[in-house]
C-alpha cells in the first residue's frame, strides 16, 4: 500500500480548484477542519492521491455541509469538533488501520442528505451487488422512491455540480416552504424525519403538512433501508456504517 506522504506527493493537487469551488459557491457551503491523524488513516486505506477531490477533501476538510445543511460530504473531522459531522472513515466502517485486502463491497459512502438520502461511489463491479451505474460513478439512494439512482457522474463531477447549485432542480418534490430554516441549524449527525413517511401517498400529496422532527441519521437511513425492504421486497444494501443492523423483509 502507498503511504501517506506518496498519496500527497502529487504535482497537481485538487484542493486549490476545490477550495476555490466551494469559496464560489452559489449555495452556501462549510468545510469544516481536518484531523490530521484521521486524514492519514483515511487516505491511506481509499489509496487514492489528491490530485483528486475524494482525496483531496479527505486530507483538506473535516467534510463539507452544502446548501443550508441538506447535504454532509464526509470527510475526516475532529472527533467530536464542530458541526458533529461523522468522518468518511467512521461511516464506511474502516478498519482501525489500513488493511490492503479491505475494501468496501457495496461502493462507498460519501454523502448523505437531511431526509437520509445516501450517495454512493461505486466499486469495481456495482451489478454483482445489485447497484446500477458504472464503476466510479455516483449513485443514489431516493428517500421518496427507496429506490436507487444512477447519476451518471464521478465524484468530482458530481461534487461540482452541487457546489455550482445542482441540487436546486435534484430535490424537485422534496422541499417545502422553509426547509432551509430546518435545515440549517441541524448537527451534522441528525437529518429530519418525516411522518408520514416522505415515501407515503400522504407525504406525496403534500409535503409541507408532514410533521418533521430532527432525528439521528442512522435512525433515519434505517428506516429508509427497512421500508425499502419491506415494500419493495429487495433489500438496498448497507447505507454505511450508521446503519448496521439487517432490515425485516418479512
Do not use: K
Amino acid at each position: 500500500m502507498r503511504l501517506f506522504e506518496n498519496l500527497t506527493a502529487t504535482q497537481e493537487s485538487a484542493w486549490p480548484e476545490l477550495r476555490s469551488l466551494v469559496g464560489e459557491a452559489s449555495v452556501t457551503a462549510r468545510a469544516l477542519d481536518a484531523d490530521e491523524p484521521t486524514s492519514r488513516r483515511t487516505l491511506e486505506q481509499l489509496q487514492v492521491t489528491t490530485g483528486s477531490f475524494l482525496g483531496a477533501v479527505v486530507v483538506h476538510t473535516g467534510g463539507l455541509l452544502i446548501d443550508q445543511g441538506w447535504l454532509r460530504v464526509y470527510g475526516s473531522p475532529t472527533p467530536g469538533g464542530p458541526g458533529h459531522l461523522p468522518g468518511l472513515a467512521t461511516v464506511n466502517g474502516f478498519p482501525p488501520t489500513p488493511e490492503a485486502t479491505w475494501f468496501p463491497a457495496h461502493g462507498l459512502v460519501v454523502a448523505h442528505d437531511v431526509l437520509g438520502g445516501t450517495y454512493v461511489l461505486n466499486g469495481s463491479d456495482p451489478a454483482a451487488v445489485a447497484r446500477p451505474g458504472g464503476s466510479g460513478e455516483m449513485i443514489y439512494l431516493a428517500p421518496d422512491t427507496l429506490q436507487w439512482e444512477p447519476l451518471e457522474a464521478g465524484y468530482a463531477a458530481w461534487l461540482a455540480w452541487v457546489l455550482d447549485g445542482g441540487l436546486a432542480d435534484f430535490t424537485e418534490g422534496l422541499r417545502w416552504d422553509g426547509w432551509d430554516a430546518e435545515t440549517r441549524g441541524l448537527r451534522g449527525d441528525h437529518g429530519l424525519g418525516l411522518l408520514p413517511p416522505l415515501w407515503s401517498r400522504e407525504a406525496h400529496a403534500d409535503l409541507s403538512a408532514t410533521g418533521r422532527a430532527a432525528v439521528p441519521m442512522a435512525e433515519l437511513v434505517w428506516a429508509i433501508r427497512s421500508a425499502a425492504a419491506q415494500i419493495d421486497g429487495s433489500d438496498p444494501g448497507p447505507l454505511g456504517a450508521l446503519d448496521t443492523r439487517e432490515p425485516d423483509s418479512r
